[in-house]
């Protein structure tokens, strides 16, 4: 059993900055690649970022150069550090990590129930 739990979401105004942070426990024997994506209301699921095992980073076009993914491979967290938020990124934000247990040693694909982020004057 894994899971992923988010925090840090929030209603801040535009220019602001939050960070998000996302805490993977369970019976984790190795985790991959982790990442970010979000959905705003009406629209579809987006993929914001991603981290993989290497440290190596890629992001979308609408937040690179604001946002920032980073990990800590012993916390089997990962977190995302946005700058200069603007309304539309307002969304829902949930992580995501390819992630092999104990007793599944192939990687698999688990999900945050999400964190809400408002971004409004």
């Known amino acids: ?3 992923l739990v988010e925090s840090g979401g929030g209603l801040v105004q535009p ?11 369970g019976s984790i024997s190795s ?7 979000r959905q705003a209301p009406g629209k579809e699921r987006e993929w914001v970022a991603r981290i993989h095992s290497g440290d190596w980073t890629d992001y979308a ?5 604001r946002y920032t993914i980073s ?12 700058t200069k938020l603007h309304p539309w990124d307002t969304a829902v934000y949930s992580c995501w990590g390819q992630i092999a247990t104990l007793t599944l040693t ?16």
């Open 31 to 37: 985790i991959s690649t982790m990442g970010w994506y």
């Open 61 to 65: 076009n609408s937040v690179k150069g």
């Open 15 to 25: 220019g602001s900055s939050l960070r998000l942070s996302c805490a993977a426990s």
């Open 1 to 3: 059993q894994v899971q």
């Open 106 to 121: 192939q990687y698999r694909d688990y999900w945050g129930q999400g964190t809400q982020v408002t971004v409004s004057s």
């Open 71 to 82: 990990r800590d491979n012993a916390k089997n967290m990962v977190f995302l550090q946005m």
